[in-house]
């Protein structure tokens, strides 16, 4: 490996600090440099016994950076949301008239990769936006921040009410107060919104509010009032439909849109510039299925997006793809896209270890999927379910078959009759 190639290498391995993508200059930064990862390049292993010491450790340091940095892979649930996304971000950004922008309710269960999905697709948007905007020379806004927010992405607090999601909104500004009034909170907010030009207001965790509560009551009815402003609300969360959010809500039953009141609260109603619906849309973000020949395809298919990112020496084609090895990663992990990209990791760092150097189901056994995450809330769904561990093939080999006597062997055939 020579220096240059050794010196590109290493800017990979070690990833520094990880932007943090709840404040204004972290989510840009993530966006600017999303896609700068480069895998580890392809050698054959008799390349790899030619080089040196050292660079045998630059190279395996980067083959695991590679796996630990697999990329998001599109998926036909994927596509839906994203195309969604863009869509209702594009058309809602370009309205002129002062009413309410229709919203994104983003449904999903744990590790279904519903926040990256929403990301990128955010990002996507905002580098298009920002594009536009310097294609055509938008003059600036009078009074406006120095700091474009096209995107602002915030984490719903794990308690949440009125006056901490609005300093958590504040937050990614970077102008909380914790001294403000909630209607000083309120107004700031707004003001925030407006200053750094944002068009697309992204709450994660959304069902972390308990609607039972009153905090929680009134925490969603001002999110329904930011609404009325120039910008688009993606709530992104766990088991939506059963937690309470959509009540008080009814369904078009020609547009499928779910529409809600304006927000009653006497606090609220000088903040609301219309008296039209708050209306979202719901969208589902589904695991793979293994139940027609189409899903088994589309599976199979993410698999082999997987299996090309690998950077194993006895890997190849049909690693993950051929026999009985789609059924096996489908029955550990229910087809969630989260935990199939954890088993796949953490197999492919394992492969390493032992030095076979290849994914195979004895080798997947031995991988335990962990979920914790500090920042996830278990209480609200947000970890998600791992199925059982299935017992390895050696333990079902040295089973004792079962007793087959007493089964019924149903109506014995009569000879001569069909």
């Known amino acids: 490996m020579s220096n240059e190639a050794g010196s590109a290498a290493q800017r990979f391995i070690l990833p520094g600090e990880v932007p943090d993508r709840e404040t204004a200059e972290g989510w840009t930064t993530w966006r600017e440099t999303r896609h700068e990862f480069v ?51 594009l058309s809602n950004s370009m309205k002129r ?7 994104l309710m983003i449904n999903g269960g744990g590790n279904q990769g519903k926040t990256e999905t929403a990301a990128e697709a955010a990002a996507a948007f905002e580098d298009l936006w920002l594009g536009l905007e310097e294609f055509v020379d938008v003059p600036e806004l009078p009074d406006a921040r ?32 914790p001294n403000l009034t909630l209607t000083q909170l309120v107004r700031q907010v707004r003001a ?29 009815d ?22 309470g959010l959509l009540s008080g809500g009814w369904q078009d039953p020609e547009t499928g849109q779910w529409e809600f009141p304006e927000p009653g609260r006497e606090d609220f109603k000088d903040e609301a510039s219309t008296q039209t619906a708050r209306r979202f849309d719901l969208v589902d973000l589904r ?11 589309a599976f199979v298919d993410h698999l082999a997006g997987l299996e090309d990112e690998l950077r194993l020496f006895n890997a190849r084609e049909g690693l993950l ?17 989260g935990l199939i990209e954890r088993l796949i990791e953490d197999g492919a760092s394992l492969a ?49 078959p079962r007793n087959t006597v007493f089964d019924d062997k149903g109506v014995p055939l009569i000879a001569g009759r069909r």
């Open 352 to 400: 390493m270890d032992t030095g076979i150097e290849e994914i195979t189901e004895e080798l997947l056994d031995r991988v335990i999927i962990r979920t914790q995450h500090p920042k996830r809330d278990r209480a609200a769904g947000e970890e998600g379910e791992v199925p059982p561990a299935l017992p390895s093939k050696k333990a079902v080999q040295g089973r004792r």
């Open 222 to 243: 001002l999110i329904r009032a930011l609404m009325s402003m120039r910008v688009t609300l993606v709530l992104i969360g766990v088991g939506i439909p059963d937690s």
């Open 146 to 177: 120095d700091l474009r927010a096209t995107v602002a992405y915030v984490q719903t607090p794990v308690t949440a009410t009125p006056k901490s999601t609005c300093q958590a909104i504040l937050d990614f500004f970077g102008t909380s107060d």
């Open 192 to 220: 925030s919104l407006r200053d750094h030009r944002t068009r697309v207001l992204i709450l994660d965790d959304i069902t972390r509010l308990r609607m039972h509560r009153k905090d929680d009551q009134d925490t969603l």
């Open 39 to 89: 895998p580890a390049p392809r050698i054959s292993r008799a390349a790899y016994d030619s080089q040196s010491k050292h660079d045998k450790a630059i190279h395996d340091l980067h083959r695991r950076a590679t796996h630990a940095n697999l990329p998001l892979l599109d998926t036909p649930m994927s596509q839906v949301v994203s195309e969604l996304m863009r869509n209702r971000l």
């Open 97 to 103: 008239k002062p009413t309410t922008r229709p919203g």
């Open 321 to 337: 793809t051929g026999g009985d090895m789609p059924e096996y990663i489908y029955r550990r992990t229910g087809g969630v896209v």
């Open 287 to 297: 695991p793979f299925s293994y139940d027609t020949a189409d899903d088994i395809a």
